[in-house]
């Protein structure tokens, strides 16, 4: 019903920025929230920065002033911006978006199917 496609990924030395790009694509009534988690190997799956609707945004301490995430709500689409990146940002990068589907009023939660970013040292 919904498929959420990200884009951005890619290999960049320390110091170097990316910049990632989530669409979200099907039976949507609106989108709440959209969000950008990560998980390394061998760790959980982490919040890196999270926006509302209304465009309030939240980070994680180890990417803010780095990190930012922004949203175009015509296009159902958020991005986040990664600058001055360190290679312990290295994971998989997911986008998330909490939305109302047409076909009913409940909130889901979908996930897109992640996008690797290596930070080379």
């Known amino acids: 019903q919904v498929q959420l496609v990200e884009s951005g990924g890619g290999l960049v030395q320390a110091g170097g920025s990316l910049r990632l790009s989530c669409a979200a694509s099907?039976?949507?009534?609106?989108?709440?929230?959209m969000g950008w988690y990560r998980q390394a190997p061998g760790k959980q799956r982490e919040l890196v920065a999270h926006?509302?609707?209304?465009?309030?945004?939240n980070y994680a301490d180890s990417v803010k002033g780095r990190f930012t995430i922004s949203r175009d709500n015509a296009k159902n689409t958020v991005y986040l911006q990664l600058n001055r990146l360190k290679p312990e940002d290295t994971a998989v990068y997911y986008c998330?978006?909490?939305?109302?589907?047409?076909?009913?009023?409940?909130?889901?939660?979908?996930w897109g199917q992640g996008t690797q970013v290596t930070v080379s040292s």
């Open positions: 926006i509302t609707s209304g465009g309030s945004t």
């Open positions: 998330n978006a909490n939305l109302l589907l047409i076909s009913d009023y409940k909130n889901y939660d979908y």
């Open positions: 099907g039976m949507i009534r609106s989108i709440n929230s």
